[in-house]
């Protein structure tokens, strides 16, 4: 990376204050409401709420439905807002305007895709997952089978990082490949051209999920070729608990992609109200039912504070970021302790976090976040620690070094109420 500082054997937090004083992305941390005194490094999971949200969700309760009611399904927009509020995602991703629309769940716009992206290459007869997916693909899939393989069963073929390879398992059988974009696990990350590429030179069809991508490193959908493609709006782009999925598709598959729910907002004519089901011409169709829309609002407000921002900038500082943890985990943590870094240092394989293979690492997050450093525990062994450039200093990434070198070095982490799991880890 181009940050001179790294690499330097006497990295020190006074370096770290002047990275985050040259920071072209520092203003935007004032526009977050984030708790005093923690250091958070979980964005990657629930991201920070704009200081903007709450109000505007409130007028929209007390403005748009508690004076407007039923009217502002046309005068506040939002019958439409699952598609202008998927515009404020497209720049985001490499899509062009109203080619994106917001859904339910990461998970059923997984479905709506992965049935829509099979029933377009009927005959063949199997699919490619990653084993190391986040489970909820998997899970999603296996419905996926159920429901597409009555007759004849879809196969199901997994791969990982250690093998079966994409190109072991791919045939002119393979109808879908659902992939993680950047593993939730590793942060590990796919080159989407490429893998696309190869993915259709045996004339099969791409499903990408983008939940640990969009808003942390730059994606070009269209660029790259790619069919499909859905992702959270909870994580990086901080739409708040809950806040709406969307889902893009390739123009060239519109025109025959069938979704698995075809409700009534997909319809081409809703208010029609007729017997018979017809998708409406673009995009649209993926929609189901009534969207979620006091969500919406909150995500619409995170996505204008998106608009500002230059997704490269964002790139390169999360690049140094999560370069300055692997160094300092390298130089404190690893020698005395044996913590391995289990993400990508070639930063074109690296999305913006960093997992670390420790024992016990459930109780030494625990003690971690009791000290206000806050990232996350994926079972067997990682914890892992999200970046997000619009909030995460230089400086926090040093202070939640030290915090955890003081956790390892004390054994605090010992202690039994660490080891009490709550339901989410
Ligand atoms: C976070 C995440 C999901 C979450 O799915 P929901 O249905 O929104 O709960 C799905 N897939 C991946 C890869 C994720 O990282």
């Not at 072991?168 to 590429?197: N, S």
């Not at 901080?238 to 009534?264: C, M, V, Y």
């Not at 990434?397 to 202690?415: F, K, M, P, Q």
């Amino acid at each position: 990376m181009t940050t001179p500082a790294l690499g330097r054997p006497a990295l020190d937090r006074e370096t770290c204050a002047a990275l985050d004083a040259a920071d072209p992305l520092a203003s935007f941390r004032s526009r977050f409401s984030l708790p005093r005194g923690v250091v958070y490094l979980d964005g990657n999971s629930l991201g920070a709420l704009p200081n903007d949200t709450a109000a505007h969700v409130q007028r929209v309760i007390t403005e748009e439905w508690g004076t407007g009611l039923i009217r502002s399904w046309n005068d506040a927009g939002w019958f439409t807002k699952p598609q202008t509020v998927g515009d404020l995602v497209a720049p985001l991703i490499g899509a062009d305007p109203g080619q994106v629309v917001l859904g339910d769940s990461t998970s059923s716009s997984i479905f709506q895709a992965a049935v829509a992206a099979a029933r377009l290459r009927p005959g063949r007869r199997a699919i490619v997952a990653e084993s190391g997916s986040f489970p909820t693909d998997l899970y999603v899939l296996e419905s996926v089978q159920e429901l597409l393989g009555a007759g004849v069963p879809l196969e199901r073929r997994l791969i990982s990082d250690d093998g079966p390879t994409l190109d072991d398992v791919l045939g002119e059988d393979v109808a879908v490949v659902v992939l993680t974009h950047v593993d939730y696990r590793t942060g590990r990350m796919h080159d989407m051209a490429d893998v696309t590429r190869r993915i259709h030179a045996v004339g099969a069809v791409v499903v990408w999920d983008l939940c640990h991508s969009v808003g942390a490193v730059p994606v070009d959908l269209i660029g790259a070729d790619a069919d499909f493609a859905v992702g959270c709006t909870y994580k990086y782009l901080n739409g708040g608990p809950g806040s709406p999925s969307f889902i893009w598709a390739s123009e060239k598959h519109l025109r025959d992609a069938r979704p698995a729910l075809t409700g009534w907002h997909g319809h081409a004519k809703p208010f029609d109200f007729t017997v018979d089901y017809a998708p409406a011409p673009g995009i649209e169709r993926f929609r189901v039912g009534t969207p979620q829309l006091l969500s919406m609002s909150a995500l619409e407000v995170s996505l204008r504070l998106w608009a500002e921002v230059d997704v490269d900038a964002v790139r390169e500082k999360s690049l140094c970021l999560t370069e300055l943890f692997i160094s300092l985990v390298d130089a404190r943590l690893t020698p005395r302790w044996g913590v391995e870094v289990v993400t990508p240092r070639e930063s074109a394989r690296r999305g913006s976090q960093v997992s670390l293979r420790v024992s016990h690492g459930y109780e030494i997050m625990q003690a971690l976040i009791e000290r206000g450093v806050i990232g996350d525990f994926r079972a067997p062994d990682l914890i892992r620690f999200g970046f997000t450039p619009l909030y995460t200093s230089y400086t926090d990434v040093w202070d939640a070094v030290d915090v955890l070198e003081g956790v390892l070095d004390s054994g605090v982490w010992r202690e039994p109420r660490f080891a009490r799991r709550g339901t989410v880890t």
